[in-house]
């Protein structure tokens, strides 16, 4: 199993871009897909992007499409979220999860195995 750890998070203003990175424990990274999922203070944790196995498949919530791109390097046992055009409804805690699934990446949550600590995000206006 993969333990993930996120770094990258900080304060930025709006329009402004951050990149996200996981770097996930494990000789194994290769085999699960990973995703980035954010929860705002008071509301639900919700998905954000995720990525397959290979890198070959990518999915993303309808809010960060065009503006976030999910990558990874399974040489570096990391995964990255680059995030442009940033507003202040991105300002969350961002985690990164691993999911043991094949083919497409999972979206919903309760596929994920294991989740990483959490990084601030805060956007300002």
């Known amino acids: 199993q993969v333990q993930p750890v996120e770094s990258g998070g900080g304060l930025v203003q709006t329009g402004g871009s951050l990149r996200l990175s996981c770097a996930a424990s494990?000789?194994?990274?290769?085999?699960?897909?990973m995703g980035w999922f954010r929860q705002a203070p008071g509301k639900e944790r919700e998905f954000v992007a995720a990525i397959s196995r290979s890198g070959g498949n990518t999915a993303y919530a309808d809010s960060v499409k065009g503006r976030f791109t999910i990558s990874r390097d399974n040489a570096k046992n990391t995964v990255y979220l680059q995030m442009n055009s940033l507003k202040p409804d991105d300002t969350a805690v961002y985690y990164c999860a691993a999911s043991n699934t094949w083919g497409l990446p999972p979206t919903v949550a309760g596929r994920f195995d294991s989740w990483g600590q959490g990084t601030q995000v805060t956007v300002s206006s």
């Open positions: 494990g000789r194994t990274f290769s085999t699960y897909a």
